[in-house]
C-alpha cells in the first residue's frame, strides 16, 4: 500500500531570508536519499514558518525493491590453482558476498573467463530505511551556523522538536537530546503543543494552533488582507516581491495592519522614506492613484488583531525615530558642499593596502576620461564625465549615507543636484555602483556607463595588484560582481573594448599624471585579462551558448569583451552547419602542430624559396589574402575566411611533411602553421570544441 510519511524540524526562530533556501534544501536531499535508498514516492510537499521546517511525503512504496544481482570476481586463473582448486581469492570474494565457492559460476567477458556469484537481495521495508532521514537533516548546511549547549554539533538555530510520522506511527531516531515524536508546537503566543494521531492531520492541527503551515497560502492570506487595506483607503501598495517573501517568513498568523507617520516628513526624498520602511522595518509604503508617497504604510503581524492599537502605536513609534534621524542628516549634510566633502576623502580608506578614496577617484579619473574618448562620447559628455569622476564617491562622508549605507549613490544624486550639478553627472554619480547585483539593472546613461566601468575596473586590478584576489568562494570584495557588471554594461552598450590594450594604455596614463597607485599594476594585466574572461564564459552560458563554445572563445587570444561575445554567438550560430566539423577538424590540426614551433610576432616571415611542391604556394597564397585586415573585421567575417582555408590546409598537409629532417624546411612550415594559428586563436582556442558528424 502507498505510505505518507511527515518529517517536521522544530527550531528557535531562524532569519527569514534563510527560510525559503532552507526549505527546498531540505526537500532536495530527502529527495535524492529516497531515490538513493530505492524507495518510491508520489510527491513532496513542503511546509515551512520562521519556527519550522517540514516535508509531507505521499505516496510512499513500502519497501525497496528485491534486487536480482550478477557479482563479478576475480578472473578464472586466479580463482582456481592449476588443479582447479579454489584459491583464497575466490574463497574471500565467495564469502565477502555471503555465498561459498559452490555458488560460483564462470562468464565470458571480453574474451577472459571470470568469477561471478549471482544474489537475490530482498529488499528493506520502508520503516527500516526512513531513520536514515536523521543523516539527511544533520547534512543540511546554512549560511551561519550555530551551536548551543554543551554540543559541537551545528545548525542554523537549535533544534527545539523533532515530528517523524509515517502514517500513524513515530519512526524513532535522535538528534542530540532531542528525540523524535508525534508533537509538534503551535503558535508561540496564540497556540499550544498538539499531538498528531498521524501524518495526514498536520496542516489542520496547525491551523488551529494558529500556525499556517503553508508559506503560499500564507503569502495569499497577507496579500489579500494587504490589498483590502489598500482598497479601503483608495491606496496603492507596491507588493514587493522580495519583501513579501521576507515577511511571509517573519510570521506563522498574519495580521496585516496599517500605521502613519507625520506628513513633515515627505520633505526627505522619497528613497530615504522607503528605505527606512522597506530595509530596515520591513513595512510596505503606501502612494496615492498618482504614485505620490503617502504618509503611510502597512505591516504585517505574527498574531491576530487583539490589541492591534498597540501594536500599530509601537511600529510608528520606532518608525518615527528612524525618520527623524534622517530628517536631522538631510538637514545636516545640506550645510557642506560638495567640495568640503571631497576633501574629507583624502582621509577615508579604500582599502589601507591601496590608497584613499580620493586617490581611487583620481585613477578613476584617468580611466573614465580614456574609456570615454575610446567610445567616442562627445564633448559635453566628455565633459560631464571628467566632473562626475572627480566627486562620485563624496556621499560617502555624508551622515545620510553613514547612517543609511544602502542609499549611497542615490544620496549622491540628490545631494549633487541640490548643489547645481548637472543632471548627467547626478545621474552617473547614481548610476556607477550598477549593476548591485549579478542580474541587476544597468546604467542607462552613457556617462554613468563609463563611470561604473572605470571604478570597477581600478578596484579589480588594484586589489589584483595588491594580492587580494578571489578564491573558491571567498570574494570579500565582489570583484566577480563587478567583473560580470563590466561584461554586461559592455555587452549592453555594444561598445568595442579591448580589455587588454585598455588596462595598459590606463597604466601609463596613470604613471604619467602621478595618480598610480604603489602596487605593480602591470604585472596583473593578463591575470586580471583571464578574470574578466571568466565572466564572459559565464555570461555566455547565461546565453545558452554550449560550454565547449563558450570555453573556447574565452581560452583565445583575442581581449575585446565584445569580440569575445560574438565569436561566441557566431560560433553557436554555425555548430550545426554542414560542413562545421569539417572546417573545424582542419583548423584544429593546424592549432596542434603548430605548437611543436615557438616564434616571435617579428620572426613569422614565410620563405617562398623554400617551398617544395604547389600545396605550400597555395596555402601561403591564400593565407596572406585572409589574412588583410583580418584584425579589423568582425566574428562572423574572421571565420569565413578561415573557412575558406579548410581545402588549402587539407591539401598542404596531405602534400607535406611538416616535420622535416631539414631545420630551414620544417621551421618554414612551422612558421606557416603559426600565422594561421594566430588568426585561428583570435576567435578562439577551436580545439575545445567537440565537433560531431
Same mark, same amino acid.
Given at each position: 500500500?502507498?505510505?505518507?510519511?511527515?518529517?517536521?524540524?522544530?527550531?528557535?526562530?531562524?532569519?527569514?531570508?534563510?527560510?525559503?533556501?532552507?526549505?527546498?534544501?531540505?526537500?532536495?536531499?530527502?529527495?535524492?536519499?529516497?531515490?538513493?535508498?530505492?524507495?518510491?514516492?508520489?510527491?513532496?510537499?513542503?511546509?515551512?514558518?520562521?519556527?519550522?521546517?517540514?516535508?509531507?511525503?505521499?505516496?510512499?512504496?513500502?519497501?525497496?525493491?528485491?534486487?536480482?544481482?550478477?557479482?563479478?570476481?576475480?578472473?578464472?586463473?586466479?580463482?582456481?590453482?592449476?588443479?582447479?582448486?579454489?584459491?583464497?581469492?575466490?574463497?574471500?570474494?565467495?564469502?565477502?558476498?555471503?555465498?561459498?565457492?559452490?555458488?560460483?559460476?564462470?562468464?565470458?567477458?571480453?574474451?577472459?573467463?571470470?568469477?561471478?556469484?549471482?544474489?537475490?537481495?530482498?529488499?528493506?521495508?520502508?520503516?527500516?530505511?526512513?531513520?536514515?532521514?536523521?543523516?539527511?537533516?544533520?547534512?543540511?548546511?546554512?549560511?551561519?551556523?550555530?551551536?548551543?549547549?554543551?554540543?559541537?554539533?551545528?545548525?542554523?538555530?537549535?533544534?527545539?522538536?523533532?515530528?517523524?510520522?509515517?502514517?500513524?506511527?513515530?519512526?524513532?531516531?535522535?538528534?542530540?537530546?532531542?528525540?523524535?515524536?508525534?508533537?509538534?508546537?503551535?503558535?508561540?503566543?496564540?497556540?499550544?503543543?498538539?499531538?498528531?494521531?498521524?501524518?495526514?492531520?498536520?496542516?489542520?492541527?496547525?491551523?488551529?494552533?494558529?500556525?499556517?503551515?503553508?508559506?503560499?497560502?500564507?503569502?495569499?492570506?497577507?496579500?489579500?488582507?494587504?490589498?483590502?487595506?489598500?482598497?479601503?483607503?483608495?491606496?496603492?501598495?507596491?507588493?514587493?516581491?522580495?519583501?513579501?517573501?521576507?515577511?511571509?517568513?517573519?510570521?506563522?498568523?498574519?495580521?496585516?495592519?496599517?500605521?502613519?507617520?507625520?506628513?513633515?516628513?515627505?520633505?526627505?526624498?522619497?528613497?530615504?522614506?522607503?528605505?527606512?520602511?522597506?530595509?530596515?522595518?520591513?513595512?510596505?509604503?503606501?502612494?496615492?492613484?498618482?504614485?505620490?508617497?503617502?504618509?503611510?504604510?502597512?505591516?504585517?503581524?505574527?498574531?491576530?488583531?487583539?490589541?492591534?492599537?498597540?501594536?500599530?502605536?509601537?511600529?510608528?513609534?520606532?518608525?518615527?525615530?528612524?525618520?527623524?534621524?534622517?530628517?536631522?542628516?538631510?538637514?545636516?549634510?545640506?550645510?557642506?558642499?560638495?567640495?568640503?566633502?571631497?576633501?574629507?576623502?583624502?582621509?577615508?580608506?579604500?582599502?589601507?593596502?591601496?590608497?584613499?578614496?580620493?586617490?581611487?577617484?583620481?585613477?578613476?579619473?584617468?580611466?573614465?576620461?580614456?574609456?570615454?574618448?575610446?567610445?567616442?562620447?562627445?564633448?559635453?559628455?566628455?565633459?560631464?564625465?571628467?566632473?562626475?569622476?572627480?566627486?562620485?564617491?563624496?556621499?560617502?562622508?555624508?551622515?545620510?549615507?553613514?547612517?543609511?549605507?544602502?542609499?549611497?549613490?542615490?544620496?549622491?544624486?540628490?545631494?549633487?543636484?541640490?548643489?547645481?550639478?548637472?543632471?548627467?553627472?547626478?545621474?552617473? +554619480? !547614481?548610476?556607477?555602483? #550598477?549593476?548591485? &547585483?549579478?542580474?541587476? %539593472?544597468?546604467?542607462?546613461? $552613457?556617462?554613468?556607463?563609463? /563611470?561604473?566601468?572605470?571604478?570597477?575596473?581600478?578596484?579589480?586590478?588594484?586589489?589584483?595588484?595588491?594580492?587580494?584576489?578571489?578564491?573558491?568562494?571567498?570574494?570579500?570584495?565582489?570583484?566577480?560582481?563587478?567583473?560580470?557588471?563590466?561584461?554586461?554594461?559592455?555587452?549592453?552598450?555594444?561598445?568595442?573594448?579591448?580589455?587588454?590594450?585598455?588596462?595598459?594604455?590606463?597604466?601609463?596614463?596613470?604613471?604619467?599624471?602621478?595618480?598610480?597607485?604603489?602596487?605593480?599594476?602591470?604585472?596583473?594585466?593578463?591575470?586580471?585579462?583571464?578574470?574578466?574572461?571568466?565572466?564572459?564564459?559565464?555570461?555566455?552560458?547565461?546565453?545558452?551558448?554550449?560550454?565547449?563554445?563558450?570555453?573556447?572563445?574565452?581560452?583565445?587570444?583575442?581581449?575585446?569583451?565584445?569580440?569575445? +561575445? !560574438?565569436?561566441?554567438? #557566431?560560433?553557436? &550560430?554555425?555548430?550545426? %552547419?554542414?560542413?562545421?566539423? $569539417?572546417?573545424?577538424?582542419? /583548423?584544429?590540426?593546424?592549432?596542434?602542430?603548430?605548437?611543436?614551433?615557438?616564434?616571435?610576432?617579428?620572426?613569422?616571415?614565410?620563405?617562398?624559396?623554400?617551398?617544395?611542391?604547389?600545396?605550400?604556394?597555395?596555402?601561403?597564397?591564400?593565407?596572406?589574402?585572409?589574412?588583410?585586415?583580418?584584425?579589423?573585421?568582425?566574428?562572423?567575417?574572421?571565420?569565413?575566411?578561415?573557412?575558406?582555408?579548410?581545402?588549402?590546409?587539407?591539401?598542404?598537409?596531405?602534400?607535406?611533411?611538416?616535420?622535416?629532417?631539414?631545420?630551414?624546411?620544417?621551421?618554414?612550415?612551422?612558421?606557416?602553421?603559426?600565422?594561421?594559428?594566430?588568426?585561428?586563436?583570435?576567435?578562439?582556442?577551436?580545439?575545445?570544441?567537440?565537433?560531431?558528424?
Amino acid at each position: 500500500m502507498a505510505n505518507n510519511f511527515l518529517l517536521e524540524i522544530g527550531l528557535e526562530e531562524i532569519p527569514a531570508h534563510v527560510v525559503t533556501p532552507s526549505i527546498n534544501q531540505f526537500k532536495k536531499r530527502a529527495s535524492d536519499f529516497l531515490k538513493k535508498q530505492r524507495i518510491s514516492f508520489k510527491a513532496i510537499k513542503t511546509f515551512s514558518t520562521p519556527r519550522r521546517l517540514t516535508l509531507y511525503i505521499t505516496g510512499l512504496a513500502d519497501k525497496q525493491p528485491d534486487i536480482d544481482q550478477s557479482v563479478k570476481g576475480p578472473a578464472k586463473k586466479i580463482a582456481q590453482d592449476a588443479d582447479g582448486n579454489w584459491t583464497k581469492a575466490a574463497i574471500g570474494f565467495s564469502r565477502g558476498q555471503g555465498a561459498t565457492p559452490d555458488d560460483i559460476t564462470f562468464k565470458d567477458v571480453k574474451g577472459t573467463q571470470y568469477v561471478f556469484v549471482e544474489k537475490h537481495i530482498a529488499g528493506k521495508p520502508v520503516e527500516e530505511i526512513l531513520p536514515g532521514m536523521k543523516k539527511v537533516i544533520t547534512a543540511m548546511t546554512f549560511p551561519t551556523m550555530m551551536k548551543w549547549g554543551s554540543y559541537s554539533f551545528e545548525y542554523v538555530r537549535p533544534i527545539k522538536w523533532l515530528v517523524a510520522l509515517l502514517n500513524d506511527t513515530v519512526i524513532p531516531f535522535s538528534i542530540l537530546d532531542v528525540t523524535t515524536d508525534r508533537v509538534t508546537s503551535g503558535h508561540r503566543f496564540l497556540g499550544k503543543d498538539v499531538s498528531l494521531a498521524n501524518a495526514d492531520e498536520y496542516e489542520e492541527k496547525l491551523t488551529e494552533q494558529f500556525v499556517i503551515a503553508d508559506a503560499a497560502k500564507r503569502k495569499e492570506i497577507i496579500t489579500k488582507q494587504i490589498n483590502k487595506i489598500a482598497a479601503d483607503h483608495n491606496w496603492k501598495i507596491n507588493l514587493d516581491p522580495d519583501l513579501l517573501e521576507e515577511v511571509n517568513n517573519l510570521v506563522e498568523w498574519p495580521t496585516a495592519f496599517e500605521g502613519n507617520f507625520d506628513d513633515k516628513y515627505l520633505t526627505i526624498p522619497d528613497e530615504v522614506l522607503i528605505t527606512s520602511m522597506k530595509d530596515h522595518q520591513r513595512f510596505f509604503y503606501v502612494t496615492d492613484q498618482e504614485g505620490s508617497l503617502l504618509p503611510n504604510f502597512v505591516s504585517v503581524r505574527n498574531g491576530n488583531d487583539y490589541d492591534i492599537q498597540n501594536v500599530v502605536a509601537g511600529n510608528e513609534k520606532v518608525l518615527t525615530a528612524r525618520l527623524e534621524d534622517a530628517m536631522f542628516f538631510y538637514q545636516e549634510d545640506q550645510k557642506k558642499t560638495i567640495a568640503d566633502y571631497v576633501e574629507r576623502l583624502k582621509k577615508v580608506s579604500f582599502h589601507d593596502k591601496i590608497s584613499t578614496m580620493y586617490e581611487k577617484m583620481q585613477r578613476v579619473q584617468v580611466i573614465s576620461g580614456y574609456l570615454g574618448k575610446l567610445i567616442g562620447l562627445s564633448d559635453n559628455e566628455l565633459k560631464d564625465l571628467k566632473r562626475a569622476a572627480q566627486i562620485y564617491k563624496f556621499d560617502l562622508v555624508t551622515g545620510m549615507v553613514g547612517e543609511f549605507a544602502e542609499l549611497q549613490g542615490i544620496m549622491g544624486e540628490k545631494y549633487a543636484l541640490l548643489n547645481h550639478e548637472s543632471p548627467v553627472v547626478a545621474k552617473a +554619480i !547614481a548610476e556607477h555602483y #550598477m549593476p548591485i &547585483s549579478a542580474n541587476g %539593472d544597468l546604467p542607462q546613461s $552613457a556617462v554613468g556607463a563609463v /563611470l561604473a566601468i572605470a571604478d570597477k575596473l581600478d578596484s579589480i586590478l588594484t586589489f589584483f595588484a595588491a594580492g587580494m584576489v578571489p578564491s573558491g568562494s571567498n570574494d570579500p570584495y565582489a570583484l566577480r560582481r563587478q567583473a560580470t557588471g563590466i561584461v554586461r554594461i559592455v555587452a549592453e552598450k555594444n561598445w568595442n573594448f579591448d580589455l587588454g590594450s585598455t588596462l595598459d594604455q590606463i597604466i601609463q596614463l596613470q604613471n604619467q599624471e602621478n595618480v598610480a597607485p604603489k602596487l605593480d599594476q602591470a604585472a596583473q594585466i593578463d591575470a586580471v585579462s583571464n578574470f574578466v574572461k571568466d565572466r564572459i564564459k559565464q555570461y555566455l552560458d547565461d546565453l545558452g551558448i554550449r560550454y565547449d563554445i563558450s570555453d573556447a572563445v574565452t581560452t583565445g587570444s583575442h581581449t575585446n569583451i565584445l569580440f569575445n +561575445i !560574438a565569436s561566441g554567438k #557566431m560560433l553557436q &550560430s554555425h555548430k550545426d %552547419d554542414d560542413n562545421f566539423k $569539417a572546417i573545424i577538424e582542419s /583548423l584544429t590540426r593546424v592549432l596542434r602542430i603548430s605548437q611543436k614551433g615557438s616564434f616571435k610576432d617579428d620572426d613569422l616571415t614565410v620563405d617562398p624559396s623554400l617551398f617544395e611542391n604547389d600545396s605550400e604556394k597555395a596555402l601561403n597564397k591564400v593565407v596572406s589574402a585572409a589574412a588583410n585586415d583580418y584584425d579589423s573585421l568582425n566574428a562572423e567575417q574572421d571565420f569565413d575566411r578561415l573557412a575558406s582555408l579548410e581545402n588549402p590546409i587539407n591539401d598542404y598537409f596531405d602534400a607535406t611533411m611538416i616535420m622535416a629532417k631539414d631545420d630551414a624546411l620544417k621551421n618554414n612550415r612551422l612558421r606557416q602553421l603559426t600565422i594561421i594559428s594566430k588568426m585561428i586563436l583570435l576567435i578562439g582556442d577551436l580545439d575545445k570544441l567537440v565537433v560531431k558528424g
